[in-house]
């Protein structure tokens, strides 16, 4: 059920923002991109984790959306290893210049495989919204984000609140 309706959102997003850029000329140049890298690593652990994603600035400046796709992979020796990916929707209100509100849901599809016998592997689909707010400077944005359908046992987050860097050029 969230598989077809994120892909619904999706389609429905990349049709408007295409009928949208036939009727104006400029449509690339309120295009920013952007996205995350992460890494991880210490005694028999390493993760890797790449996440682009580009937005549209509407002509008010003070509302942006936009999508991306995430991508990671862990893995700690001799007990697991887990690749997820999945895309993302994120949605930006700025009410002055230096406050960012965010919005952002993700589904991601993840898939654990372990080395011992007595874990059983997994592959599901997780969703997770997160509603933020960060202090911005430029296209620099450093803030905090809270996931509302977090599940401690299901989420490849450690918890709910999360500090986040966003970059857009």
Same mark, same amino acid.
């Given at each position: ?9 999706? /389609? ?30 210490? *005694? ?18 003070? /509302? ?39 919005? *952002? ?9 372990? *080395? ?5 592997? *997994? ?47």
């Amino acid at each position: 059920m969230h598989k077809k309706l994120f892909f619904t959102i999706i /389609i429905s997003f990349f049709i408007s923002l295409t009928a949208y850029s036939q009727t104006d000329d400029d449509f690339w140049e309120h295009v920013s991109y952007g996205g995350n890298f992460g890494l991880a690593f210490g *005694e028999g652990y390493f993760s890797a984790i790449v996440s682009p994603s580009a937005i549209y600035q509407f002509k008010n400046e003070r /509302i942006a959306a936009g999508t991306g796709m995430n991508f990671a992979y862990a893995k700690d020796k001799d007990f697991y290893k887990s690749t997820i990916w999945g895309p993302s929707l994120i949605g930006l209100y700025d009410p002055i210049y230096e406050l960012q509100l965010s919005g *952002e849901f993700e589904v991601l599809n993840v898939i654990q495989n372990y *080395e011992d016998s007595y874990y059983e592997d *997994e592959n599901y689909w997780y969703p997770a919204f997160f509603v933020g707010a960060g202090y911005r400077t430029e296209n620099v944005t450093f803030g905090i984000r809270y996931d509302v359908l977090y599940k401690e046992n299901k989420s490849i987050y450690a918890n709910a609140w999360m500090p986040f860097i966003r970059i857009y050029f």
